[in-house]
């Protein structure tokens, strides 16, 4: 990463309206000039520009769920701005630097602690996270498991996301969900070991939840126990969107298998997670020269209605919510 890089930099998302109904010609327009702003942004670094190129391969639908997740992220955006607008020393970058540099990033878990290295990372993550697992989901699961598309539509609802940062993954499903044309609640269940993400998490939920109805619920914990699994809620998707997970109990993946009727989980590429997930049944491939897939799916619930993942009412309360969690919203 180059360190003359300016953090502070507008992004792509301010040059361009919010993602609506348009022809196809401004829409491919509108990829191109993305892709170009993106390119040059992450130019050296070898793992985001890889996800750029990656995205230059697909299909114009793809290109108008990644505007409707530009539109999603512009109130996340405009919370970094304000904290890093703060930062005069730019602290949070050099803190990022020092994190990309570090090969086990779990060495440099108290860099979450810092406001503006949070908005660093997210400033230059956010976009590639969330189109990352948009690619997992519509250009690898979906055309191995074709039952996942209707799952999707017509069972999903509650979702947790373990690990959710900023909410980049939460983004890209919610995008996907709303171009697709679905129309039911969705509530997100979100878990990471950072209280500062609360902020993002927030600012998301206070803008989109009447338009895109959705509702997103923050927990501050760190997950990776086996005795934890039990702690969870009832939900019909489970997502560890770059978690940390090979700091996580191996014995953790057969039990939420068991569990949870889909599971997708993107994180770097580690031999200690390939044979955990393979033990435990996953399928798994590489998306990236550095991000591995591991994803379960058990098929669509039975038409006897047993085992029926359970469907989120339409409200903004949630009553098997514990206590310990926090609803993210002013």
Not at 138 to 160: D, F, G, K, M, N
Request: with cysteine.
């Amino acid at each position: 990463m180059d360190q003359n890089h300016d953090v502070g930099s507008k992004t792509v998302v301010d040059n361009f309206e919010p993602a609506s109904a348009e022809s196809d010609t401004a829409l491919e327009a509108w990829w191109e000039c993305f892709l170009k702003q993106k390119r040059t942004d992450d130019a050296l670094n070898a793992e985001l520009r890889a996800t750029w190129e990656d995205c230059g391969q697909r299909r114009l639908k793809f290109a108008r769920e990644v505007k409707q997740i530009t539109e999603l992220y512009q109130p996340v955006e405009k919370l970094i701005t304000s904290v890093l607008d703060a930062d005069k020393s730019r602290r949070g970058y050099y803190l990022y630097i020092e994190w990309g540099k570090m090969r086990r990033k779990e060495c440099l878990l108290a860099n979450y602690d810092n406001d503006f290295f949070r908005a660093t990372y997210a400033q230059y993550r956010f976009l590639s996270s969330a189109t990352s697992f948009l690619q997992a989901l519509v250009y690898r699961i979906i055309p191995q498991a074709p039952l996942v598309e209707t799952y999707l539509r017509e069972h999903v609802s509650r979702v947790i996301s373990i690990g959710v940062g900023p909410g980049p993954d939460m983004a890209a499903y919610v995008a996907y969900a709303r171009t697709h044309g679905f129309k039911q609640r969705l509530i997100y269940y979100c878990i990471d070991q950072c209280p500062g993400w609360s902020m993002y998490l927030s600012a998301f939920d206070r803008h989109w939840s009447a338009e895109h109805r959705v509702s997103v619920w923050f927990k501050n914990y760190r997950f990776g126990k086996r005795e934890d699994v039990e702690t969870l809620p009832d939900a019909d998707m489970l997502v560890f969107s770059f978690a940390n997970t090979s700091l996580m109990s191996g014995a953790i993946w057969p039990l939420l298998k068991a569990r949870y009727r889909l599971i997708v989980v993107l994180d770097g590429i580690k031999e200690v997670l390939v044979d955990s997930f393979l033990d435990a049944g996953f399928s798994d491939f590489t998306l990236t020269e550095k991000t591995n897939v591991y994803y379960h799916f058990g098929g669509l619930p039975s038409d006897d209605g047993t085992n029926q993942p359970a469907t989120a009412p339409d409200t903004q309360t949630v009553s098997d919510t514990t206590p310990s969690q926090t609803l993210v919203m002013d």
